[in-house]
């Protein structure tokens, strides 16, 4: 599992190899100057002050003054530059990092999404891609940089006396053992804090969605309740993960600390017969402390650090599922269709062998209009997402025009097909940005749309016509008008094959009337696939298929249908008139 988190920020990182290398040099640079500022004081504090004197030949304390000067401006500079650029990287990364996430939901099948609820893949897109950031900003040439840093320092002490560095250095294993025994610990509750988290994004982003049905159903106390367990149940995950990192940084001061008395001990008391100038002593102690600043600080990183590695991984197991991605270059594509489409022994289930769909056969001629009647379950809805390849069947064939469709486009399948389902969903975009979808439409093309849907009268009653800007989901507008705005954005694609799917549900008798002469125009060439439950509606179409639990069970016109005695539909049709008389 590590290897392949490692493996997974190398790709990441693969584009920015170059600039990392840069950004590394120009840190063990500075890091280099860091380590000469205090020897450059050493040799003031022993060579100059402790015998009275200021030049030595041609140095003086002015000329080390100065150059002390010009480490500290050119280190400035640098770290300017390094930490500058590193952001920038670290942005880059993100950027691409977070089209990639995004281009994988688009790209990604219907079935990716009915297993991957929305929240949790907001969370991946948002707070993951937010926990990556800080660890390329902060850590990846800092990381560098500290491990240079303790080397080049750990060689200078030795250079100067290898017994007391030997001494200092004996405090070390302690401090990697404690690191590594808390960063296991941290891993562990990291991961289960990260799993409290998505649970509490998804249930914020499902009760936020969810606002209307929650107030109907009056269950705001309850939700309060759920999301106040929630949080709790955060703030409680996170208790360890504080309490290890504030463990982790006193330890490291500890540490330090003891470090700095072994030294003024081993001096006093001439341990090992340590006799050192005070110009050695003052640097063996500035650098202990600059030694232990890189080890503090991968330390502190390690909270940043863990958090990053789970989210990585996170991410990395949705964009490793390529299983799931539809495949939108390869296949037949297809120019003007007829609109013929055949069912040939189809069987299909949503999970494993539990058949929604039990060798179903029928064929929709060019241009004929059909119904799919049933009770909820039946399976008419599985055959619309059929049609357009939302799911492959197990068994059978789908032909369009002769063609199976699992050797078409994708891409060109669906332009061909226009669906209006019963509840469309509308963006929070102008009306005219909802009905051509990001297609150049002249504003003549899209009225004429809006006058076939007769959406006509409601859109001009608005203060600013198509560039209204509609509120998330449509939410400033009825059920009926964002009807109407879903049959204009269909007719506006012009389709070969039209489905409507419970569509003049929500919208009332006069303009439902106004829609069905539209429909009826444009239609009279082209396929067209009802599902209705209100039955009067589809009493004129060519045909009518009547489904029960996955198969059909009649097939006819409404009059034929209807001369069946006893017959499934002869039923449903006197219980649906019945209820009309009542």
């Not at 004996?170 to 590594?180: A, E, G, Q, R």
């Not at 749309?449 to 009825?478: C, K, M, Q, V, Y």
């Amino acid at each position: 599992m590590k290897n392949k988190t490692l493996y997974r920020i190398y790709k990441m990182l693969k584009p920015q190899i170059k600039a990392i290398v840069i950004i590394s040099i120009l840190a063990i640079i500075i890091n280099i100057g860091e380590v000469v500022k205090p020897y450059l004081i050493k040799i003031v504090i022993d060579d100059y002050l402790s015998i009275g004197v200021w030049q030595k030949g041609v140095m003086t304390i002015g000329i080390i003054g100065a150059i002390y000067i010009a480490i500290l401006l050119i280190g400035n500079i640098l770290d300017f530059i390094v930490t500058t650029t590193t952001s920038m990287l670290g942005e880059s990364v993100i950027y691409s990092l977070r089209n990639k996430l995004f281009k994988y939901i688009q790209l990604a099948n219907i079935t990716f999404h009915d297993k991957t609820s929305s929240g949790t893949l907001f969370v991946r897109i948002t707070s993951d891609v937010e926990d990556i950031i800080n660890f390329f900003k902060d850590i990846i040439t800092t990381f560098v940089k500290d491990i240079v840093m303790i080397l080049v320092i750990a060689i200078m002490m030795a250079t100067l006396d290898y017994k007391l560095s030997l001494l200092c250095f004996c405090i070390l294993p302690f401090v990697l053992l404690t690191s590594i025994i808390i960063t296991h610990i941290s891993k562990k509750v990291q991961e289960y804090s990260k799993r409290i988290k998505t649970k509490l994004n998804i249930f914020l982003a499902e009760s936020i969605y969810g606002i209307k049905v929650i107030k109907i159903f009056n269950r705001q106390f309850e939700k309060n309740k759920e999301c106040s367990k929630l949080c709790n149940d955060f703030y409680k995950s996170r208790i360890p993960t504080s309490f290890t990192e504030g463990l982790l940084v006193a330890l490291m001061v500890i540490f330090e600390n003891l470090g700095v008395a072994l030294i003024v001990w081993a001096n006093v008391k001439h341990i090992l017969n340590i006799n050192l100038d005070v110009g050695v002593i003052y640097i063996f102690i500035t650098y202990l402390k600059q030694i232990y600043e890189p080890i503090q600080r991968i330390v502190e990183n390690f909270e940043t650090v863990q958090e990053a590695f789970v989210s990585i991984n996170k991410i990395y197991e949705i964009l490793e599922k390529e299983e799931y991605l539809e495949d939108y270059k390869s296949g037949i594509q297809l120019q003007d269709i007829k609109g013929k489409i055949e069912f040939k022994n189809v069987w299909f289930a949503y999970v494993g062998e539990e058949w929604v769909l039990k060798n179903v056969s029928f064929v929709i001629e060019p241009g004929e209009s059909i119904a799919l009647v049933g009770r909820t379950g039946s399976g008419k809805t599985t055959i619309i997402n059929l049609i357009n390849r939302f799911y492959e069947i197990q068994k059978g064939e789908i032909l369009i025009d002769g063609i199976n469709i699992k050797d078409i486009n994708l891409r060109s399948l669906r332009s061909k097909i226009g669906i209006v389902l019963q509840e469309p969903f509308i963006f929070a975009k102008s009306i005219k940005d909802n009905i051509q979808l990001n297609e150049n439409l002249s504003d003549e093309a899209i009225m004429e749309t809006i006058r076939l849907s007769s959406a006509e009268e409601f859109i001009e009653s608005l203060p600013n016509g198509i560039d209204e800007i509609a509120h998330e989901r449509g939410s400033s507008f009825s059920a009926g008008q964002k009807q109407l705005i879903a049959f204009a954005r269909i007719f506006a694609h012009d389709p070969s094959i039209f489905i409507l799917d419970e569509a003049t549900a929500n919208i009332d008798t006069k303009t439902e009337e106004l829609i069905q002469e539209s429909i009826s125009i444009i239609s009279k060439e082209k396929t067209s696939i009802f599902i209705a439950h209100r039955l009067s509606t589809i009493i004129n179409v060519d045909k009518i298929i009547v489904l029960n639990n996955g198969e059909i069970i009649e097939q006819g016109t409404h009059n034929e249908l209807l001369q069946i005695e006893n017959g499934y539909y002869n039923k449903l049709y006197t219980a649906y008139y019945n209820s009309l008389a009542v």
